[in-house]
Every structure is written in structure tokens, then in C-alpha cells.
């Protein structure tokens, strides 16, 4: 009776743990599509411009947009700004990416940034960059831009604690083992 007891525990803690462990796959913005505008105040450049090529596009391996200062490029969870023309930038310009929706977890939020970086930049801090649900806005204003200039982040994001068809399929398989061996032990008696 121990051995019955001791097998079906631990086919089903093998089971349970699994379940409990298993987290999101790894999510990520490549493939997804994103939109970019900006929004100056009213000097040459200025007012509300989609940034070029176009609004939207789908981030990839290269820089997905540039706003004629500087190209935007987004990885899986990440945000640079490399400097195209040194500028000096004067009040209210703000740069804005919305849609941010991660590829196999689209429940996941932004709930920070980390590891910021601003080099060659004068002017831009940590606390320039705001976060929302699915998008962040760059507040650029009173920024000098010089040669070689690079902004980078990485995205912080909160994911949904569901798990992966895989763990949820191992997780059924441990439960169907539990009532194969059950039921056995039983028809044997």
C-alpha cells in the first residue's frame, strides 16, 4: 500500500510541479508591427510628423525608423536611438512608439525600463522616458545631440503567469499516468 501511495504522489507532484513551474514563452517584439510619431514645437521639423519611412513597420534586424536626427531601432525588449545629425534640440519634442505587443504573450505590459544608457547625449535622463501598457514616450526637449550619440533601454514587462501549451500538455499526460495507475492498482485487488 506505501508503494501505491508513494508512486501515485509522486506522479503526481512530477505533474504538479510542472504546472506550477511553467512560465510564459518567451516573448518578443520581432514580427510585430509598431507605430512611431513625433511631436515638436512648431520650429523647422516640428509639429506632429510620423517618423520616416513611415508611422508603422515591422520590427526586424535593422533600424525601423529615423526621424532625420536619429534612426529608432526596436529588438526583442529594447529601445536605440543612434544619432544620425548632431542636433540641439529646444522645447516640447517628444518621441512617442505605441502598439508595443509581444509576439507569444500578447497580455504582457510594460511596467518600466532598465539598463539605460545615454552617451554622447547632454540633457537626457532615465525619467525622460515614460511607460504605458503597450507604448513609451521619449521626452527629448532641451537635448544636444552629438556625434556617435547613442540612447538605449531595455523594456521591463509584466507578463500573465499562464503557462505554454507544452507544460499544460505534460501536465495532462502526469494526471492521465496518475488515473492509468490508480486504476490499475484497483482492478488488481
Keep these: 500500500m506505501i508503494k501505491k501511495l508513494a508512486l501515485a504522489a509522486s506522479v503526481l507532484g512530477a505533474a504538479l510541479g510542472t504546472f506550477a513551474l511553467a512560465g510564459p514563452a518567451q516573448a518578443s517584439l520581432i514580427g ?28 526586424g534586424p535593422v533600424a525601423e525608423f529615423h526621424t532625420g536626427e536619429f534612426s529608432i ?10 544619432e544620425l545629425v548632431p542636433a540641439n534640440f529646444g522645447s516640447t519634442f517628444f518621441l512617442t512608439l505605441t502598439d508595443l505587443v509581444w509576439s507569444n504573450d500578447p497580455t504582457a505590459t510594460i511596467t518600466g525600463i532598465a539598463n539605460f544608457s545615454a552617451s554622447g547625449v547632454t ?7 515614460s511607460v ?6 521619449l521626452n527629448y526637449t532641451n537635448t544636444r545631440w552629438s556625434s556617435g550619440s547613442i540612447v538605449s533601454f531595455d523594456l521591463v514587462t509584466s507578463h500573465s503567469q499562464l503557462p505554454e501549451p507544452a507544460s499544460l500538455a505534460l501536465f495532462g499526460l502526469g494526471l492521465l499516468g496518475l488515473g492509468v495507475a490508480i486504476r490499475r492498482r484497483a482492478q488488481r485487488r
Excluded: H, K, W, Y
Design 132 to 137: 504605458f501598457d503597450n507604448a513609451i514616450v
Design 32 to 59: 510585430q508591427t509598431v507605430n512611431c510619431f513625433q511631436l515638436g514645437d512648431g520650429t523647422p521639423g516640428g509639429g506632429f510628423l510620423p517618423c520616416r519611412p513611415r508611422g508603422s513597420a515591422i520590427v
Design 73 to 82: 531601432d526596436l529588438g526583442a525588449e529594447s529601445v536605440t536611438l543612434r
Design 123 to 129: 540633457g537626457m535622463e532615465e525619467s525622460d522616458v
